[in-house]
């Protein structure tokens, strides 16, 4: 006996092979959209309808496209944070500061330990990171060894203006002019 052919929901076309785990609808893989394990590859918390393999055209566009453009925006913004070391002994003109700091863990490289941290205060409001301390740890399995990156920063809100200014002062000072 043969098994019944599933209809696509969108084209109709007698091949709805896989199933959209939003509304359980059948879709061919013409109709359906594979999601990438990068699109919300920094976000802290992936809500649990935008962490499907795959989900038709629709539910794509109706739940899972504005929260990949707010996610994109949010990425943009936290490429923008200025990131502050704990070693800086200048003056930081913060105007509003979390309670907490944020922390990365077991991170491949220094560059991906910032960007991680930077999405996160990003994620939550601020334009800055103060206090800010990225660290590699080393190990060593054998004949192969890597690196393992931590960081942690206490999100701010940062004057950009009087950071700005503060380091034009600077640059005057130290040229002697």
């Not at 794509?60 to 923008?80: C, G, H, N, V």
């Not at 944020?102 to 994620?123: G, K, S």
Request: proline share 4%; with cysteine.
């Amino acid at each position: 006996m043969t098994e019944p052919t599933l209809e696509c929901a969108a084209c109709r076309r007698p091949k709805g092979q896989h199933e959209c785990p939003l509304c359980q609808d059948h879709f061919c893989r013409n109709c359906v959209r594979f999601r990438v394990d990068s699109d919300f590859e920094f976000a802290h918390a992936v809500q649990e309808n935008l962490s499907h393999s795959k989900v038709c055209m629709r539910c794509f566009d109706e739940q899972i496209a504005p929260e990949l453009s707010r996610y994109e925006e949010t990425l943009e913004r936290a490429k923008q944070v200025i990131i502050i070391t704990s070693a800086y002994r200048g003056h930081t003109p913060v105007t509003k500061k979390a309670l907490t700091p944020v922390v990365v863990e077991n991170c491949h490289d220094r560059d991906e330990t910032i960007l991680r941290l930077a999405y996160q205060a990003a994620d939550q409001g601020f334009n800055g990171l103060i206090q800010t301390e990225v660290t590699a740890k080393k190990i060593r399995n054998h004949g192969h060894q890597k690196s393992e990156w931590n960081g942690r920063g206490l999100p701010a809100q940062l004057d950009e203006n009087k950071l700005r200014l503060d380091e034009m002062r600077e640059e005057v000072w130290r040229s002697g002019n």
